[in-house]
């Protein structure tokens, strides 16, 4: 059988059904499955994904049999409406859409109205009655296929129609007669053959064809290139192309049309969210031209305008009725377009909802409630990296606010930073490590780049489905939209606002995603809360994993924080940062700098009870919980001084001369510091340094045991292994100083001695290691660096670039180069393991917090990932999508 290109949908029945997404694309598939539910749906058919990927792959050519097929399909439509394409009495007309398997919003753009032209457009007045809608339609097709099927600047076109209207003297589209839209289609038409040098294409046929290939080709536009680049999406996906019979909303005021949410996407509450517009067409209700209405009075909504409920009672039942059939069907929270055209409603998509981390979470738990969904379904609902907005801290409800004007709550979460007015700023104030927010009267896809690098986004137009609203939520980033109490002007690089405030470029303000409001400067924030449905879904989560998450934690205060985040012990405690801390770095340095052994123990004594201080907050803090505990790692040099002035100062409390405490700084000076004395080779160098953080790590763990009953198993990590003599030495040297305190203090403590794996030596030789070893951690920032032979610190002036121009898929140290680093992670854990079966292991790098790699940790066997204290959450919630299998990203 010859193959198949083309699925008819019509009537009741369907060729493709909801799970063909990937051949018919999202759109395409659910339009074939609404129809077959039963619900309204104009009849038409979708050109296959696969079409588009021939298409590339024979150089822009169709395979055999498509135009027949498409033929036949079309005329299947022309007999369910009783129309013919291209007819002159009853013409029928089509919209071309393109729906690729994920959605991209505003990637690709539909086509209404194809088939009218001159003798057309007679039919469609001489049916309708209405020369006027008549004329509009045509324009309307004039306008949408010269921009996107023959490249026409469209901003020539709007200006005829902004110069007729101030010539009317009028300001709205809809102040336009029949007669002045028929002026502007011929006015059109001929601006078009100038600028471009061919004919509008009269020819329905020519015209559908035109479409069908501008959607192909738009699969490669840059617009549609970058999308997908930054929502990993592969370009051999294909787009799909669907030709369906036009229904209008804009043929009176018994029409309209709306986009609507089965649920509030922004914060999850159960009830009908929409927005509609009567006597309009396609997008206007998301282009920002006209104010949209609210579709319902629900959730206390209270505009002015009237509600789509009040004005068309009976579509709305109809609508409400299907909204309940959907969510029923698909078991999930649904974004949907509809029409109405003469009192009758018309479905024209549906899909799954993007939606807020805060409304994810409330819609899965409250699925579960409702016997929609099961618990497992509900965690594989919430995506790991977008739990973020929430763990965030949202603004201080007590703060002093200047409140220079409120626009809509498009996408919660705080944000604060610079204005900047333009995409490109924005990302080149990103780049230098500025946080900006980025104004525009509206965006548009153009602008994607610039949304992703600022810390909020702020508009002056444009409903909560419009583009800003739409991408905001889908990039997990604050947003207010519709704000049309600003005044932009991009020329002067300012906006007014309320009180006669003149915000310019550069200046401070804070955005509130969840209340719209826009406020002067900087304001506080408060911590988020992770009680009610936030932790009702993670009960769940930790039913499914089964890596555990720990956190890497220096301080009691971020102890704290990770065990309120669900941490299970803590798995890199790093001791440097102690070290750092005011009160002590004189210690630290007068160790560092003493002249002999003798001096050191001085020094060191001095530090000895501070050290101690501090585990004993921390082993506190985590109640018995594990504890990992890295001796020193850094060189030496990082503690000293480097600034003249501050040399000075310190040569005169020590008292020693600046010229010796300069050579002193010379001699320590390293090349490669992260290649250089440090790790371990600084505890075989001067034992007496690992020796005191020993003791003082037992000594803690003794007086909590014997004083209040803790119970502590502390694990002590010996960093930058490379060989097991290094690491046997100083097993031999901690054992003994852990014997000598306990002796001491007469307890017994069980404690763990262990390594971080960092050097690739190390990862290779992992049986050898793991005979002096109870623990691994794999510390993959520096097994990163090492295994790649670049340094995080120089890396910035090429890595980006081998990750824009794909060298690289991703940042290795961002996500674990899973191909490289990861094979290291598997060969030292296999080899660990067959040395000493039951050794742990764990991984402590960043990558502990990266839901990709926490996934890899899952199936490499892994003990236990650590990551910062604000990662928990998200790494937990990865660990449960790990054990469950797949799982659906609704936030794409
Ligand atoms: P997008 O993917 O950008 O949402 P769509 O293909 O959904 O693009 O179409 C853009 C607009 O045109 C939507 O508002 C849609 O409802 C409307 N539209 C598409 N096809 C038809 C049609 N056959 N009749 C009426 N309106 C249509
Ligand atoms: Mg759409
Ligand atoms: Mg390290």
Not at 102 to 111: N, R, V
Not at 261 to 283: H, I, M, W
Not at 633 to 644: G, S, T, V, Y
Not at 814 to 840: P, S
Request: proline content about 5%.
């Amino acid at each position: 059988m010859a193959a198949k290109y083309v699925y008819f949908f019509g009537d009741g029945k369907a060729d493709g059904k909801a799970e063909m997404k990937n051949l018919l694309g999202g759109k395409g598939a659910n339009l074939a499955e609404m129809t077959s539910i039963g619900l309204p749906v104009p009849p038409g058919f979708t050109i296959s994904t696969e079409v588009c990927t021939e298409f590339y792959k024979n150089e822009r050519n169709y395979p055999a049999g498509l135009a027949k097929e498409v033929a036949a399909n079309l005329t299947k439509v022309e007999k369910l409406m009783g129309k013919k394409f291209g007819d002159p009495k009853n013409p029928l007309l089509v919209s071309v859409r393109s729906g690729a398997r994920a959605s991209m919003p505003g990637m690709m753009d539909t086509i209404l109205n194809l088939g009218l032209n001159d003798v057309t457009v007679h039919g469609i007045i001489s049916q309708s009655k209405d020369e006027r809608f008549a004329y509009d339609a045509y324009r309307r097709f004039v306008q949408m296929y010269s921009d996107v099927v023959m490249g026409m600047d469209k901003g020539i076109l709007e200006h005829l129609l902004e110069q007729k209207k101030e010539a009317k003297g009028v300001h709205l589209d809809t102040e336009l007669s029949a007669a002045d839209w028929k002026e502007l289609v011929g006015k059109f038409k001929e601006k078009i053959k100038k600028h471009l040098g061919q004919n509008f294409p009269e020819d329905p046929q020519e015209q559908l064809w035109g479409a069908i290939g501008a959607v192909f080709g738009s699969w490669m536009n840059q617009r549609a290139i970058t999308y997908r680049k930054l929502n990993s999406i592969p370009a051999d996906w294909g787009t799909a192309v669907n030709v369906q019979a036009m229904v209008f909303g804009n043929m009176g005021d018994d029409c309209a049309t709306g986009v609507a949410f089965t649920r509030d996407p922004s914060t999850g509450k159960n009830y009908f969210y929409g927005e509609y517009l009567v006597n309009a067409q396609g997008e206007d209700v998301v282009a920002g031209i006209r104010t949209p209405q609210p579709i319902n009075r629900a959730n206390g909504n209270d505009s002015k305008l009237p509600s789509m409920e009040e004005v068309m009672p009976e579509c709305y039942t109809q609508l409400a009725k299907i909204r309940g059939i959907l969510e029923n069907h698909y078991r999930d929270m649904q974004d949907i377009e509809f029409t109405i055209e003469k009192g009758k409603l018309f479905m024209l998509q549906t899909r799954n909802g993007k939606r807020t981390a805060k409304a994810a979470i409330k819609i899965a738990v409250d699925m579960v409630g409702e016997g929609l969904i099961d618990e497992k379904t509900a965690v594989q609902r919430v995506v790991p990296a977008q739990l973020d907005q929430l763990l965030h801290p949202s603004l201080d409800p007590k703060a002093k606010k200047k409140l220079i004007a409120k626009g809509l709550p498009a996408s919660p979460g705080a944000a604060c930073g610079q204005v900047v007015f333009t995409a490109d700023e924005a990302e080149a104030a990103a780049k230098i490590g500025l946080k900006v927010i980025l104004v525009r009267v509206e965006t548009s896809p153009e602008d994607i780049h610039g949304m992703h690098a600022a810390q909020g986004i702020l508009t002056a137009r444009g409903g909560m489905t419009s583009h800003a609203a739409v991408v905001a939520r889908g990039m997990g980033k604050c947003c207010v939209a519709g704000c049309g109490e600003i005044k932009v002007n991009y020329g002067a690089e300012s906006f007014a606002a309320k009180g006669d405030v003149v915000v310019k470029k550069g200046d401070v303000i804070t955005l509130d995603g969840s209340t719209g409001e826009v406020m002067l400067g900087e304001v506080p924030t408060v911590p988020p809360e992770l009680t009610g449905d936030f932790g009702t879904l993670m009960e769940w989560v930790d039913k499914f994993r089964k890596l555990k998450v720990r956190t890497n934690a220096d301080t009691p205060h971020d102890a704290k924080v990770a065990r309120e985040f669900g941490a299970e012990g803590i798995g890199l405690c790093r001791t440097e940062h102690m070290f750092f801390e005011a009160d002590r770095i004189a210690a630290v340095r007068e160790m560092i700098l003493a002249e002999d052994l003798d001096g050191r123990k001085r020094a060191l004594a001095k530090i000895l009870p501070m050290q101690k201080g501090d585990f004993i907050g921390i082993f506190r803090e985590m109640k018995g919980l594990p504890v990992t505990i890295r001796l020193l790692d850094p060189p030496l040099h990082e503690f000293l001084p480097h600034e003249d002035k501050d040399i000075d100062a310190l040569a005169k409390t020590m008292g020693v001369s600046v010229q010796a405490l300069k050579n002193k700084v010379e001699f320590l000076h390293e090349f490669n510091p992260m290649l250089g004395h440090r790790g371990c080779r600084l505890g075989i160098t001067f034992p007496e340094i690992y020796d005191l953080q020993v003791q003082a790590i037992m000594e803690a763990a003794c007086e909590l045991n014997k004083n209040e009953g803790f119970a502590i198993v502390p694990e002590i990590m010996i960093p930058l292994v490379a060989v097991v003599e290094e690491l046997k030495r100083l097993r031999e040297s901690a054992v003994r100083v852990c014997e000598e305190v306990m002796g001491r203090y007469g307890v017994k403590i069980d404690y763990l001695i262990g390594t971080m794996i960092e050097l690739p030596r190390a990862a290779l030789t992992a049986d050898e290691i793991a005979k002096e070893a109870e623990f691994f951690s794999f510390g993959t920032n520096d097994l990163t660096q090492t295994t790649f032979g670049l340094s995080r610190d120089d890396a910035g002036k090429f890595l980006p670039f081998y990750v824009e121009s794909n060298l690289l898929p991703e940042d290795p140290f961002v996500t674990l180069d899973q191909g490289g680093v990861g094979q290291l992670v598997r060969i030292g854990c296999e080899k660990g393991r067959a040395t000493r079966k039951n050794l742990k292991v764990g991984i402590c790098g960043e990558h502990g917090g990266d839901p990709e790699s926490v996934i890899f940790c899952h199936k490499t066997g892994l003990d236990y990932v650590s990551c910062s204290p604000f990662r928990v959450p998200i790494a937990r919630l990865a660990a449960a999508h790990a054990a469950i299998g797949e799982t659906t990203d609704l936030t794409k």
